[in-house]
Nanobody
Framework: QVQLVESGGGLVQAGGSLRLSCVAS????????MGWYRQAPGRERELVAI??????NYADSVKGRSTISRDYDKNAVYLQMNSLKPEDADVYYC???????????????????WGQGTEVTVFS
């Protein structure tokens, strides 16, 4: 299995910034999509931003205020969030999808993984 280790959530004043980080813990996982979702209690998990291949996609609600980036050597993804609003307060989940090597012969299976979530709280 692959663990996605998140960091960077916390308490921030409206208008402030946060940088979320996520690192995939295992080698042998060829990631073709990596990004961030968020979820509030009672609501469905929604896409915030994702990098698929070389393409980035953002939710309209964060477009222009957030930047997603990847460090391919570290199997990491980052989300820089600026001009935070109270409605950005959620639990943010790292997501990765790719091919996981399952044996020494190089066989792979398609898999997706989620982090455990990091909470972002925005106060006015």
């Amino acid at each position: 299995q692959v663990q996605l280790v998140e960091s960077g959530g916390g308490l921030v004043q409206a208008g402030g910034s946060l940088r979320l980080s996520c690192v995939a813990s295992r080698s042998g996982f060829s990631i073709n999509a990596m990004g961030w979702y968020r979820q509030a209690p009672g609501r469905e998990r929604e896409l915030v931003a994702i990098i698929t291949g070389g393409t980035t996609n953002y939710a309209d609600s964060v477009k222009g205020r957030s930047t997603i980036s990847r460090d391919y050597d570290k199997n990491a993804v980052y989300l820089q969030m600026n001009s935070l609003k109270p409605e950005d307060a959620d639990v943010y989940y790292c997501y990765a999808r790719g091919l996981l090597r399952v044996n020494d012969e190089g066989a792979t299976v398609a898999r997706e993984f989620w982090g455990q979530g990091t909470e972002v709280t925005v106060f006015s």
